[in-house]
């Protein structure tokens, strides 16, 4: 199904590591790519594919997969970071969101 | 550099229909498709479709299926997204996006507001 499954919201202490999940059945045949979003602002991309960044993108954003689920990896997450981060995979039918994790760095 | 930018904000009633525009600079606009997502106030992104601005192909999400048109024009350079019928519901930001499998670049947003 073209359903991709987000914790709506994961806190992280400054500079510690922190893990963004998403989950369907899609990411068993396609990766998922990833997208940082802050109020009032569009989307930046920071992964993509297996597990590529984007040009300008920190090397502390990293992108995993296994099996439905992929992940989003911030090691030493930075104030900066704090943002919304939203999954985006396809299938057969097209592509779709996850519905999106709001990430808070405390 | 690469730059996307959208037609302004617009407000329109019920029933009526709405065309965004996309205008790129930067890049080979032909070479690349664009994908169009929106975004209700508070709520996460919806993707809407992507049309290749080589040949024409486009794909909608099925829920908009009948209602949207996305076109392109490779002498100026510009994509739009045409929204027909609309509701109270399609109030939202709409952003343009470089690329159909993985959008790369965006459009800074045009707010469409629905309202009688």
Known sequence: SSELTQDPAVSVALGQTVRITCQGDSLRGYFANWYQQKPGQAPVLVIYGKNNRPSGIPDRFSGSSSGNTASLTITGAQAEDEADYYCHSRDSSGYFFGGGTKLSVL | ?116
Do not use: H
């Open chain 2, 1 to 116: 550099q690469v730059r996307l930018v959208q037609s302004g904000t617009d407000l329109k009633k019920p029933g009526a229909s709405v065309k965004v525009s996309c205008k790129a600079s930067g890049f080979s606009f032909s070479k690349f498709s664009f994908t169009w997502v929106r975004q209700a106030r508070g709520q996460g992104l919806e993707w809407m479709g992507w049309i290749s601005a080589y040949n024409g192909n486009a794909k909608y999400a099925q829920k908009l299926q009948g209602r949207v048109t996305m076109t392109t024009d490779t002498s100026t350079g510009t994509a739009y997204m045409e929204l027909r019928s609309l509701t109270s519901d399609d109030t939202a930001m709409y952003f343009c996006g470089r690329g159909g499998e993985i959008p790369d670049y965006w459009g800074q947003g045009t707010l469409v507001t629905v309202s009688s």
